[in-house]
């Protein structure tokens, strides 16, 4: 992606975990005011995990600053990894709950937003892992 562009739109629905490459995104989430940063995310960081897991929109837009290249990986391609390596569920895992960790700073930095059912991701994630790992 060029400057600007979009890798995900706040309330779009999931698709793919996104693993970024090169460059830097900026993460935003939308308030009365206007767009409100909450995360740059670097080379090696990732998006979308918790989303593609439970199945709900994106909480946030993630937009390149820079020239920005991210490895797209859907359903069928983690189910594919996890097959032939088992061990990557426990790594799909520590990327939901580091996001879910994120969410949780920025929920307690801004004290009007809540987060509903915060610990109902690892259930759902291990559901997901399951399913991913029967297809």
């Known amino acids: 992606l060029q400057p600007g562009q979009t890798l995900i739109q706040e309330g779009g629905m999931p698709e793919a975990l996104f693993v970024i490459a090169s460059g830097t995104a900026e993460i935003t989430i939308k ?7 909450v995360h740059r995310l670097s080379p090696g960081e990732s998006l979308g995990a918790i989303g593609l897991i439970t199945g709900s929109p994106y909480g946030a837009t993630a937009t390149a600053l820079t020239p920005l290249k991210a490895y797209r990986l859907d359903k069928n391609a983690i189910a594919a990894a996890i097959k032939v390596q088992p061990a990557l569920a426990n790594g799909l895992e520590a990327l939901a709950q580091r996001g879910q960790a994120a969410l949780r700073r920025d929920a307690a930095a801004h004290e009007t937003e809540t987060q509903k059912h915060p610990d109902m991701l690892l259930s759902k994630l291990r ?5 991913l790992k029967s297809t």
């Open 127 to 131: 559901d997901f892992v399951r399913l």
């Open 31 to 37: 308030e009365p005011d206007g767009p409100r940063i």
